[in-house]
């Protein structure tokens, strides 16, 4: 398999370097989510651009935040962004998807085999999950807000050590809602990455951090 020239002119379009090897197995993953995306509503990232100014574009703020060994739970992962691209951006972390919708697992469980990729995928709700495993990290994208968020983790950080949220521009908002209903009391915030979503310089994606205050956080200040 060689690279297609319309993902290769989208990484160069984005400025986005990734090793030919690396960029083999991306492109495989994309092909095949577009693949069942004609039988389930996966993703509306279907061009080579937007899989890369979307995708693969807030995969890359995340994989440098990780830390070799770790175990990371995508929870509600949806299409497998930013699980799968994860597991072949780092193959020295434990990647585990977890989405509850079971119709989206199945087909999740399905793109991971034929990827061939070390990935366990879970249908379940992360509150049952958290129940049986532990993580260190739990990264998310466009699951719910800040205060949903952390509301959902108040009775399972035993079972975590941070939460890795991938949010826009609205991010302030849901941060300034979350301290108004408390739901950030005891807890630390952090922003770990800023990066443009495009040409307006106003629009911006960001990685926040949120840990409870004291010693477990500690690693990670």
């Keep these: 398999m060689s690279l297609d020239p319309e993902f290769a002119a989208a990484l160069d379009a984005h400025s986005m370097e990734i090793d030919e090897v690396i960029a083999l197995k991306l492109q495989a993953y994309a092909e095949t989510m577009w693949r069942w995306n004609e039988q389930l509503n996966l993703t509306r990232h279907t061009t080579w651009d937007l899989y890369v100014s979307r995708d693969l ?39 585990s998807l977890a ?67 991938i949010k826009g521009p609205k991010w302030v908002e849901e941060r300034g809602e979350a301290r108004h209903l408390g739901a950030l009391a005891n807890l630390q915030l952090r922003r770990v990455a800023t990066y443009p979503l495009g040409d307006d310089e106003a629009s911006e994606g960001v990685i926040l951090q949120i840990w409870p205050a004291g010693a477990r956080g500690a690693r990670y200040n």
């Design 57 to 95: 574009r807030d995969c890359l703020q995340l994989a440098p935040l990780l830390e070799a060994g770790e175990e990371v739970l995508d929870l509600g992962s949806g299409n497998g962004v930013p699980g799968i691209p994860l597991a072949i951006l780092r193959p020295d972390i434990d990647v």
């Design 99 to 165: 989405e509850s919708v079971a119709k989206r697992a199945n087909a999740l469980g399905e793109i991971i085999e034929e990827l061939e990729l070390p990935v366990p995928v879970y249908a379940a709700r992360g509150e049952d999950l958290l129940e049986d495993f532990r993580f260190s990290s739990v990264v998310s994208r466009a699951v719910g807000s800040i205060a949903k968020f952390c509301r959902w983790i108040e009775p399972h950080w035993a079972s975590v050590d941070r939460l890795l949220l």
